[in-house]
């Protein structure tokens, strides 16, 4: 596991922290609305495509780097 997996993790582990806090700030008040619903349906599709777009990188790189390594 290189840097930029370990970097992907820990942001990875961050987005998730974030969600669970803002979805425990919504039901507070002892009731989760529809505009709480529909928010935590937003965080939850941005969080999964800030890990797509790390996963995405991280292939990107793998497969750049294993380029750059065969001679032609």
């Known amino acids: 596991m290189g840097y930029e997996d370990a ?4 942001k990875k582990t961050m ?6 806090a803002k979805e425990t700030w919504r039901r ?3 009731e989760e609305s529809v505009s709480d619903k529909v ?5 939850d599709i941005r969080n999964e495509l800030g890990n797509a777009g790390d996963n995405i990188r991280r ?3 793998e497969l750049h780097t294993d ?3 065969k001679p032609l």
């Open 7 to 10: 970097k992907a993790d820990v």
């Open 39 to 43: 928010a935590n349906l937003g965080d």
């Open 15 to 20: 987005r998730e922290a974030d969600e669970k």
């Open 28 to 30: 507070a008040d002892g």
């Open 59 to 61: 292939e990107a790189d």
């Open 67 to 69: 380029v750059e390594d």
